[in-house]
């Protein structure tokens, strides 16, 4: 379709709002949203564990604790913009006034790396487009606009995809492999909840996996493998199951 003749997204909102089984979806749309916002504030952010899959040492426990406040604090008012119906411009300016209290001078780049991805989650969650904000709180704007020519350039290549299937709904969870590196031991089991169930599943990603990207799929623990073998790991899951539910 011409991009002249779509409806405003604002407008459909309304329109979907005027009926009752509309007003309902929004209204579920909504609570989901809510309901990963507080999953993600419950999550330990910061673990030992944490920084580790990402190859890091854990940052100090002060800075560890410094983070988590800010990042519950985007969270709490996220949810409260959410309750007052906010609009997508209006939502972006709420994650906007959120990243300019990091101050990036505080932060060495691994450090800076990992608030990018966690906002980026965030931004994820509350369907909102903030790639171009967190380039520019990254790398400033002018490499910023480097970087776009560069990715159109050279555009980012997904080298292959794993797949498993969901065992509630059967669909196909799948992680977008970026990099690969022989020799990468595999460390970590994944528990993640499948987009389209919500059910908690187990995944594990193999050998020589440098670089990954979650498909239909959401992030919630992953359990080291030198700590929790796969029974240890199932149970785990199970336990999340049963108190996540």
């Keep these: 379709m011409d991009g002249r003749n779509k409806i405003p997204h604002h407008r459909q909102a309304a329109a979907v ?6 007003h309902s ?7 989901s ?3 990963r916002l507080i999953e993600f504030k419950r ?16 940052s100090s426990n002060e800075l560890c604790q410094q983070l988590k406040v800010l990042f519950n604090s985007s969270v709490d008012n996220l949810v409260e913009a959410i309750d007052k119906k906010y609009s997508d411009r209006q939502l972006k300016t709420v994650l906007k006034n959120e990243l300019s209290k990091f101050n990036k001078l505080d932060y060495d780049t691994e ?10 989650e965030l931004s994820n969650i509350v369907k909102i487009d903030f790639k171009d904000s967190l380039n520019k709180w990254m790398y400033g704007s002018i490499l910023t606009t480097l970087l776009k020519i560069n990715k159109v350039i050279r555009p980012e290549k997904i080298i292959e995809t794993l797949k498993q299937p969901c065992t509630k709904c059967g669909t196909q969870l799948e992680t977008h ?13 994944f528990i993640v909840k499948c987009n389209n169930c919500k059910e908690f599943n187990l995944l594990s990603l193999g050998p020589d996996v440098k670089e990954t990207r979650f498909g239909n799929y959401q992030w919630v623990e992953n359990l080291r493998m030198d700590e929790f073998t796969h029974e240890q790991a199932l149970t785990r899951l199970e336990q999340i199951k049963f108190f996540r539910k």
């Design 111 to 120: 450090e800076k790396e990992f608030i990018v991805d966690l906002f980026h």
């Design 43 to 58: 999550r330990d952010k910061f673990s030992s564990a944490a920084w580790n899959e990402r190859g890091l040492n854990p």
């Design 33 to 35: 949203q809510i309901d």
């Design 25 to 31: 979806i929004i209204m579920q749309i909504e609570q």
């Design 177 to 189: 492999i970026m990099r690969k590196e022989k020799g990468i031991i595999e460390t970590s089991w």
């Design 17 to 22: 709002a005027c009926n009752p089984i509309g």
